[in-house]
């Protein structure tokens, strides 16, 4: 079993429809959660860090992080042609040295 | 936001040639860079750790000799592919952490290394 899992896709959706992404992990060790968006060829752009269990809010996204159920989500509302990319959840324990676990990403088209 | 500078971002060259990237954070400084590999629709895949002032972590499977790893600032971090061959071509991406605890990682926009 991954210590991450997260579902490739792909996802299409029609412009302005809400996405929801999620991820499920095994290790309570992590503590810190973060949404990366990756356009082809680039690096990936970090979109969302969190350390608590609940919502954070920015702009059109929003994550959610369930602790209990070892389960996150990032939503994005109002949904764009810009913001097809892969989307990769990453998680990490404390710890200065400590290295991110990624998901396998979620391929989003967002179509006209 | 946190500015993480990767160079050269392509490089073509013939087989047995040695590849210098580099990794730079620009407005931050980094105790710790991390290297990465990513294969076409893949994750991301760690190499090594990269720790200002000493030797590299590198992750099981990964070649020290292969790929040199030289963190000698809190701002520079550099990734040798040494005679690279073919099957060496593929997208490496850094990324760096502050200095401050808890901080997440920012990365690079990548280097795509095709090796003919």
């Known amino acids: 079993q991954k210590e991450v899992e997260q579902d490739p896709g792909p996802l299409s959706v029609p412009e302005g429809a809400i996405v929801s992404l999620n991820c499920t992990y095994s290790?309570?060790?992590?503590?810190?959660f973060m949404w990366y968006r990756q356009y082809s060829r680039k690096g990936p752009e970090l979109l969302m860090y969190t350390y608590s269990s609940g919502n954070k809010e920015d702009g059109r996204f929003t994550a959610q992080v369930d602790k209990s159920s070892k389960y996150i989500s990032l939503f994005i509302r109002d949904s764009q042609p810009s913001d097809s990319a892969t989307y990769l959840c990453?998680?990490?324990?404390?710890?200065?040295?400590?290295?991110?676990?990624f998901g396998a990403g979620t391929r989003l088209a967002v179509h006209p | 936001g946190a500015v993480v500078s990767q160079h050269p971002s392509r490089v073509i060259c013939k087989s047995g040639t040695s590849v210098k990237i580099e990794c730079r954070s620009l407005d931050f400084q980094a105790t710790t860079m991390f290297w990465y590999r990513q294969f076409p629709k893949q994750s991301l895949m760690l190499m090594a750790t990269s720790n200002e002032g000493s030797k590299a972590t590198y992750e099981q499977g990964v070649e020290k000799d292969k790929f040199l790893i030289n963190h000698a600032s809190l701002t520079l971090s550099t990734l040798t592919v040494t005679s690279a061959h073919p099957e060496d071509s593929s997208f490496y991406i850094c990324s760096a952490r502050d200095i401050q605890d808890n901080q997440p990682q920012h990365f690079g926009d990548g280097t795509r290394l095709s090796i003919l």
């Open positions: 990453a998680m990490q324990s404390p710890g200065g040295y400590n290295k991110l676990i």
């Open positions: 290790n309570s060790a992590f503590q810190y």
